[in-house]
């Protein structure tokens, strides 16, 4: 545990505590300074001179201890409590004494003169003990001053308080979604609770959102797709659009606001859908869906993926999954030789997966395996979509 920043007792005997050579040296210097005295310094200097190291050694310790009770967590937090209450008595209701000073402009007082009537002001500041500086002239340059000290230290009362509250807002979204994500698993492990886990999840979800949760909102949209409330899923796809557009760093901008994009394309072909004489699902084309995922027009998803080529890992099966949605929307809107180059982009994405993995089996390690899964998988869908046969499940 670290001394806090001003803590100057502590840090000077925790550099002591620490650096045994120091300790040393500072002990014998003690014992040779009380040679020359007499009686219980003299005593005292011979006892720290012979047992002087031994005698720091078990001062470590009780420092140690000390350092942990007054900086234990449950302290700090208390520290920090009183911290950001600590207040100056001289502030508090000061605003309504100091109305009584004021001089407003009216048929008797006029604009050109001071706001502030100095008499009833100056003994106000001297009631409120304002004029305690030191080698101040005046009761006003004495208040300026201590003025000037308080305000600096409420801002750092402030920073401190957001910065806590920022961190706290943070855990607090993350709590909710991880009870949000749990509550989504097991809706998958027990169908009778299905429902009621899957709701439970959403609200976790948008807990988590109002709470600032930089991730709510895609979780948020996937959750609604899961539930099948697809419009929902469409709107909020859409606001994690808009949101994403805010985002400072590029890369992270252009690859969330293409997975909305992606997203929205496979709801809109969802949308698109209908059964046939045979009781067969089957799909019209929808061009909104397939500008979303155009190779040509600019902001397509695909456009804002391809300016951060080339790509690894998970970034990697996004983009063959990326493709393998985009190949889908083209064929069912008739672009049959732009659903073939996505197709093509796809496998390409999954086989650099495959050959990106260690070639013993020795070193796959958990998470190349689910790489590997999902390569395997993507392949297969591709061969099956090379020959027409697009699975519903993949919107």
């Known amino acids: 545990m670290e001394c806090g920043a001003q803590e100057y007792f502590c840090q000077t005997f925790d550099l002591i505590t620490q650096n045994e050579s120091l300790a040393t040296y500072f ?3 003690l014992g040779h300074a009380s040679a020359s005295t007499t009686g219980f310094f003299k005593i005292a200097g011979q006892i720290l001179e012979k047992h002087g190291q031994a005698i720091v050694g078990l001062f470590g310790l009780s420092f140690g201890i000390y350092k942990w009770w007054r900086y234990r967590e449950q302290i700090l937090h208390k520290r920090l409590k009183t911290y950001l209450e600590e207040s100056d008595a001289r502030l508090r209701n000061a605003e309504r004494h100091i109305l009584s000073a004021i001089r407003r402009p009216g048929p008797t007082v006029s604009l050109a003169q001071p706001l502030f009537a100095n008499s009833p002001l100056r003994a106000f500041l001297r009631r409120r003990n304002w004029d305690r500086t030191t080698f101040a002239t005046t009761v006003e340059n004495s208040a300026e001053c201590e003025l000037a000290k308080a305000i600096e230290k409420i801002e750092r009362q402030i920073e401190t308080a957001q ?40 609200n976790s979800f948008r807990t988590a959102l109002q709470a600032g949760g930089a991730n709510a909102k895609e979780l948020e949209a996937h959750q609604l797709r899961k539930m099948g409330e697809t419009q929902q899923a469409l709107d909020a796809y859409e606001k994690l659009e808009e949101i994403a557009s805010a985002l400072s760093e590029p890369r992270e901008r252009a690859i969330i ?23 067969n699902m089957a799909f019209r084309g929808t061009q909104r869906g397939y500008d979303l995922m155009s190779r040509t ?14 790509m690894r890992g998970w970034d990697l099966v996004e983009e063959g999954d990326v493709n393998l949605i985009a190949a889908f929307v083209s064929h069912h809107n008739g672009a049959k030789i732009v659903a073939k180059d996505h197709l093509d982009d796809a496998a390409d994405a999954y086989a650099g997966i495959l050959s990106s993995l260690p070639t013993s089996r020795i070193w796959i390690r958990k998470h190349h395996r689910r790489l590997e899964h999902e390569a395997i998988k993507g392949l297969e869908n591709v061969a099956l979509a090379r020959q027409g046969k697009y699975a519903p499940e993949w919107l």
């Open 27 to 29: 002990a014998e210097v």
């Open 297 to 310: 027009k600019p902001g397509s998803a695909w456009s804002l993926r391809k300016t951060y080529k080339p």
């Open 163 to 202: 910065t806590s509250l920022d961190s706290l807002r943070h855990q607090y979204a993350t709590a909710h979604v991880l009870r949000g994500a749990i509550a989504a698993s097991i809706a998958e492990k027990k169908p009778d609770a299905a429902s009621e886990r899957n709701t439970f999840a959403l």
């Open 257 to 279: 606001v293409a997975r909305a994009k992606r997203y929205r394309a496979g709801i809109l072909q969802l949308q698109a859908s209908y059964m046939d004489a045979a009781g």
